[in-house]
């Protein structure tokens, strides 16, 4: 009996410790998926101010997968460039997978994304290009935010969980 006491306070102990490193990882997650935005954000309004390609090419070009965000979301935008090149009629938005674009991102930081994403390949260059400055501008301070908060709360959830799981362990053994 004692065995399976342990075990499961064991068990329950190292789910709390768990949480909070997934916690903290979700916090990385995001600032990476924004970092990776922000990355591509720049490549664009590179092609978009210089070269008069179509939407698919120049966002082809525009990706990278240097890191694990980076990855991620190229698959996203490589995925939504394939399909309007099935299809030359389709938006960017409509071809756009959103939950994996966005997908370690918060909805304040899709939602600042959205109007320039609604609008790359449905109007004129002049207001992509406005539409993409201030997306950048929206997420360069997104990213200050996001790496601020994860320098300051990623210890907090990996301390919580563990002293968390272990308050848990003590009270199953006591």
Do not use: H
């Not at 099935?86 to 966005?102: G, K, T, W, Y």
């Amino acid at each position: 009996m004692n065995m399976a006491r342990l075990a499961f306070a064991g068990a329950a102990a190292g789910g709390c410790a768990m949480m909070g490193m997934r916690m903290a990882r979700r916090l990385v997650r995001r600032e990476e998926a924004i970092a990776a935005w922000l990355r591509l954000l720049d490549g664009l309004a590179a092609q978009l101010s210089y070269v008069d390609d179509p939407l698919p090419d120049v966002l082809s070009r525009a990706v990278s997968e240097d890191t694990p965000g980076d990855a991620r979301l190229a698959r996203a935008i490589s995925d939504a460039v394939g399909m309007m090149r099935r299809d030359r009629s389709l938006p960017f938005v409509d071809a756009l997978d959103a939950d994996s674009a966005f997908r370690d991102m918060d909805a304040s930081d899709a939602a600042a994304l959205l109007p320039l994403v609604r609008g790359l390949g449905a109007v004129a260059r002049p207001q992509q290009c406005a539409r993409l400055d201030s997306a950048r501008a929206s997420m360069a301070s997104m990213a200050a935010r996001a790496a601020d908060k994860t320098s300051r709360q990623k210890r907090l959830y990996v301390s919580l969980g563990l002293l968390g799981g272990l308050a848990l362990f003590l009270c199953l053994m006591g």
